[in-house]
């Protein structure tokens, strides 16, 4: 089976095209380079020794993606592609919608022209928002996303269901992705954030190597066993191998289905910062901040449906996640630069 992804030169894609060669499927990479570099294909071909078939073109251009499709025998696609930074969503929201909703629009309309009715869509923890059940399982209700890129996430889940509820023939696989954070063990690929890093994990290894001079934690006084805010953090090699169990299910015919990927444990930033410390060896100096706009107290997830339905669970801890996020960072301080 051939799949495409898009976006695939992304921190997560990159890493999913491992898990799909190892599993035996063959991929295609659509991506425009808008928040990534082609060197991440090279070093992932280097990794899994073939050549990757990758096209550069904005998933928004119907005649490229037409013909993507009509170049590659396409079974099913990985929809990665999108904007991601939450504040640059809240300062840029045409920008985001229109990225992140077209490109899905165009997407789905050249899968349907082409006969293929297989989609896994990127979806996030943000479709919650403040979430009303902890551990939070798929039955818990969505709530209001404060940004414009959750909407984006929750908005597109809504469409790919509709597509899926009026041609039964659609296989919609939903992936609700926790906090992705490590790299592959290679050290090769990993996440590569340009300027300064929103995210807790590439903030940390920026610190510990020097590029920034502390980390802010953003408050301490949420309720919270130490006052930090709490996450499921998930091996992005783990997330990956999600994507593989979800096609096992879109081959069986699952129709529409949503998934949590996390761990089902929640760290709280000192317990990252604790854990990356006492791992690594190295010291990430700190400070307590102000509490960031638009924040939740905690999010992490029952993972018990994707374990029942996927055969999927994560098999790392917070400790590899640490180790191999470090791992990256030291042997490209400025990424794939
Ligand atoms: P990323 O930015 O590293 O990868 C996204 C890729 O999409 C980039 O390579 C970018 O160049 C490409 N892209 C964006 N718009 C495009 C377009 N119009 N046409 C072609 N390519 C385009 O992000 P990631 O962390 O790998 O995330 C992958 C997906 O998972 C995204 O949809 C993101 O919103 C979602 N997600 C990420 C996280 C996270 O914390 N990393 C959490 C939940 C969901
Ligand atoms: N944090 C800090 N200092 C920093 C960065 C983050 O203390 O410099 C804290 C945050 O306050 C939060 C935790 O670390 O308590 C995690 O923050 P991240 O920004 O790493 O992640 P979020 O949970 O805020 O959001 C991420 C993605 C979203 C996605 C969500 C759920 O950025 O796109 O996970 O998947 F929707």
Redesign the pocket.
């Known amino acids: 089976m051939q799949i495409l992804l898009?976006?695939g030169?992304?921190?997560?894609?990159s890493h999913t095209i491992i898990e799909l060669d190892k599993a035996g499927y063959d991929v295609v990479v659509?991506?425009?380079?808008?928040?990534?570099c082609e060197i991440s294909i090279q070093r992932v071909s280097e990794i899994i020794g073939k050549p990757i078939p990758f096209v550069k073109?904005?998933?928004?251009d119907t005649a490229a993606m037409d013909a993507v499709f009509k170049k590659f025998k396409i079974d099913a696609c990985i929809h990665?592609?999108?904007?991601?930074a939450v504040g640059e969503s809240v300062a840029k929201p045409l920008e985001y919608y229109e990225?992140n909703m077209n490109?899905t629009f165009v997407l789905v309309d050249t899968m349907r022209r082409n006969g293929v009715k297989n989609i896994i869509f990127?979806?996030?923890?943000?479709v919650y928002g403040n979430p009303a059940i902890i551990p939070i399982t798929e039955e818990c209700p969505k709530g209001e996303c404060t940004n414009p890129y959750g909407k984006t996430?929750s908005m597109l889940e809504e469409v790919l269901s509709d597509v899926q509820k009026a041609d039964p023939e659609w296989n919609v696989v939903l992936l609700r992705?926790f906090?992705?954070i490590g790299a592959h063990q290679s050290g090769r690929i990993g996440e590569n954030p340009n300027g300064i890093p929103n995210?807790l994990m590439p903030y940390i290894t920026q610190t510990a190597v020097g590029i920034r001079k502390e980390l802010g934690v953003f408050g301490n006084d949420y309720d919270t066993p130490d006052g930090t805010g709490v996450r499921d953090y998930i091996h992005v090699c783990d997330l990956a191998a999600g994507h593989v169990a979800a096609l096992k299910a879109i081959e069986r015919k699952c129709g529409l289905a949503i998934y949590n990927l996390g761990t089902g444990h929640g760290y709280s930033v000192l317990d990252v910062v604790n854990a990356f410390q006492k791992v690594n060896n190295v010291k990430v100096p700190y400070s307590i901040k102000p509490r960031r706009a638009g924040d939740i107290a905690t999010c992490y997830c029952n993972p018990a449906k994707a374990k029942a339905e996927l055969g999927w669970e994560a098999k790392y801890g917070i400790e590899e996640m640490c180790r191999d996020s470090w791992n990256w960072q030291k042997n490209n301080p400025e990424g794939y630069k």
Request: net charge positive.
């Open positions: 898009t976006g030169a992304g921190y997560i894609g659509v991506d425009n380079l808008v928040n990534s073109a904005d998933v928004r990665f592609a999108g904007l991601k990225n490109a990127s979806s996030s923890a943000t996430k992705y906090n992705p995210n």
